[in-house]
């Protein structure tokens, strides 16, 4: 059986479909396809991200190569990845940030999602934005593995960092420079590298 393409399989699933996709289902679908499309997974149902900008890809860079200085200057084991694996948030629900850091033995070579991320990160993108700062800021803290969600604004040249202290409550504060201090699990990160 052939495997179906993007646009048929997304009109299929819009009409066809009478319950949500799961995000294993989903993630099934993505290692079927030849070149799988940039999508995530919101509410059951498979959206198309869109074509980032020069300067969206440059900042989210920056941002990787600052991580993985910091996880060396640690002595952190772990691993630091950019968009690509996904997040899984709940059942229906799986979001694709721009990094992450993950802590412990390397992941199988072949796996697509990290369930227990530590750092997320999303860098701003005008059709982002909102999303960024509302359902995925929740969602991100959904997971008991996170304990920073930052937010990156090139633009802007600042970082704000949500953050989930010892009682679980989330705080947040805005940088333009000046050490980051992620902990767990133990980085610090200069503010003004994110930018360049």
């Known amino acids: 059986m052939a495997t179906p393409n993007y646009a048929s399989y997304i009109t299929c699933m819009n009409v066809a479909l009478r319950?949500?996709?799961?995000?294993?289902?989903?993630?099934?679908?993505?290692?079927?396809?030849?070149?799988p499309p940039r999508t995530e997974l919101i509410n059951g149902q498979i959206v198309p991200m869109s074509p980032e900008r020069v300067a969206h890809n440059r900042a989210k860079g920056k941002v990787y190569v600052s991580l993985i200085r910091a996880m060396a200057?640690?002595?952190v084991r772990g691993e630091v990845f950019t968009d690509g694996l996904t997040v899984p948030i709940d059942e229906h629900t799986a979001y694709e940030p721009d990094a992450l850091v993950y802590c412990g033995d390397p992941l199988p070579p072949d796996?697509?999602?990290?369930?227990?991320?530590?750092?997320?990160?999303?860098?701003?993108?005008?059709?982002?934005a909102h999303?960024?700062?509302?359902?995925?800021?929740?969602?991100?803290?959904?997971?008991?593995?996170?304990?920073h969600y930052l937010y990156v604004d090139p633009d802007a040249r600042r970082v704000t960092h949500h953050a989930r202290t010892a009682d679980g409550t989330i705080v947040a504060?805005?940088?333009?420079?000046?050490?980051?201090?992620?902990?767990?699990?133990?980085?610090v990160v200069e503010a003004a590298d994110l930018f360049g």
């Open 173 to 187: 504060h805005t940088l333009a420079s000046g050490p980051l201090r992620l902990d767990p699990p133990g980085l």
């Open 73 to 75: 200057t640690a002595g």
């Open 131 to 147: 999303m960024d700062t509302s359902a995925k800021l929740v969602g991100y803290f959904k997971l008991a593995s996170v304990h």
């Open 19 to 35: 319950t949500p996709l799961t995000v294993d289902q989903y993630l099934a679908w993505a290692r079927a396809q030849s070149d």
């Open 111 to 128: 796996q697509m999602k990290v369930a227990d991320p530590i750092i997320v990160v999303e860098v701003k993108s005008p059709s982002t």
